[in-house]
């Protein structure tokens, strides 16, 4: 079982920076895929940015070339560096823990962080 917190979210400038992060406990964090969702208000989950286990990463397009997810497998740390920030940004931030185990999927979830971006 892998617990999961995010933290770093808060109030920010149009055209400023965030960095959240999310730190596991509870697995093996490496050989999980980490997966940064955010949810708008009145909106579905929508994917942001993705570093497999084997530290791929991949991005939605709203948020290529603003947003950069790294991870430390030392740290048991993914963080999201969110600049040039857009009201549109606004959401709650949740971070998941993904893999493949036995032909089942299996998910972990962040109680999530609230990211304000104002005009």
């Known amino acids: 079982q892998v617990q999961l917190v995010e933290s770093g979210g808060g109030l920010a400038q149009a055209g400023g920076s965030l960095r959240p992060s999310c730190s596991a406990s509870?697995?093996?964090?490496?050989?999980?895929?980490m997966v940064w969702y955010r949810q708008r208000p009145g909106k579905q989950r929508e994917l942001v940015a993705t570093a497999s286990s084997g530290d791929t990463t991949n991005y939605a397009d709203a948020v290529k070339c603003r947003i950069t997810i790294t991870r430390d497998n030392a740290k048991n740390t993914v963080y999201l560096q969110m600049n040039n920030l857009r009201p549109e940004d606004t959401a709650v931030y949740y971070c998941?823990?993904?893999?493949?185990?036995?032909?089942?999927?299996?998910?972990?979830w962040g109680q999530g962080t609230q990211v304000t971006v104002s005009s």
């Open positions: 998941n823990a993904h893999r493949f185990r036995l032909g089942k999927s299996l998910d972990y």
């Open positions: 509870g697995g093996t964090f490496c050989i999980y895929d």
